[in-house]
């Protein structure tokens, strides 16, 4: 079965960009999705496909792909942001796996 | 907007058979896909499988065996059975819609969204 693999955990300044990868090979076929979940929540879509934005999703977050990793950017990251993110993609099975997560702490 | 919740007991015994139901409101259930996701405390999500509304399924093969996933058009439902469940069963279940895509050149995708508070069951005796 695929898997997806994100680093445990990234923290970044107050105001400054991070980027957080996912690696997996269903990325080559599918476009991931990306979720934002904080504790006692439940997760919350950020970026699906090429890089698009649910309403209500601020700017600040943008999605990229490219081979086998796709990524998730915050550009000018806020205490809010504070977060677990997890990645989504399925295979050709219509198999869906979730990234390990990655928890991001700004500092 | 479509607004998901779930419900179903908070704890289940050993052995036997969790059951949960989403109810989706604010929309229909049919034409689209529907999912369970699950979360171990402290750990992170695992994708338990989908239903279309007419009742095709797939499922996460390590679940396979013990999991039955159906739908009530009629009352705007669809469940979540998981077999002969241990202590590694307990966790927050979240119920969630999936949507589809192609973008440019013609590479699919697919996206949970909304998803409902997720419920959290226990298997303890």
């Known amino acids: 079965s695929s898997e997806l693999t994100q680093d445990p955990a990234v923290s970044v300044a107050l105001g400054q960009t991070v980027r957080i990868t996912c690696q997996g090979d269903?990325?080559?076929?599918?476009?991931a999705s990306w979720y934002q979940q904080k504790p006692g929540q439940a997760p919350v879509l950020v970026i699906y496909g090429k890089n698009n934005r649910p309403s209500g999703i601020p700017d600040r977050f943008s999605g990229s792909s490219s081979g086998n990793t796709a990524s998730l950017t915050i550009t000018g990251a806020q205490a809010e942001d504070e977060a677990d993110y997890y990645c989504n993609s399925r295979d050709s099975s219509g198999i869906y796996v979730f990234g390990t997560g990655t928890k991001v702490t700004v500092l | 907007q479509v607004q998901l919740q779930e419900s179903g007991p908070g704890l289940v015994k050993p052995s036997e058979t969790l059951s949960l139901t989403c109810t989706v409101s604010?929309?229909?259930?049919?034409?689209?896909?529907w999912s369970w996701i699950r979360q171990p405390p402290g750990k992170g999500l695992e994708w338990i499988g989908y239903i279309y509304y007419s009742g095709s399924t797939n499922y996460n093969p390590s679940l396979k065996s013990r999991v039955t996933i159906s739908v009530d058009t009629s009352k705007n439902q669809f469940s979540l059975k998981l077999s002969s469940v241990t202590a590694a069963d307990t966790a927050v279940y979240y119920c969630a819609r999936v949507l589809s895509g192609s973008g440019s050149p013609g590479v699919p995708y697919n996206w949970f969204d909304p998803w409902g508070q997720g419920t959290l069951v226990t298997v303890s005796s």
């Open positions: 269903s990325l080559r076929s599918y476009y």
């Open positions: 604010g929309g229909s259930i049919s034409s689209y896909y």
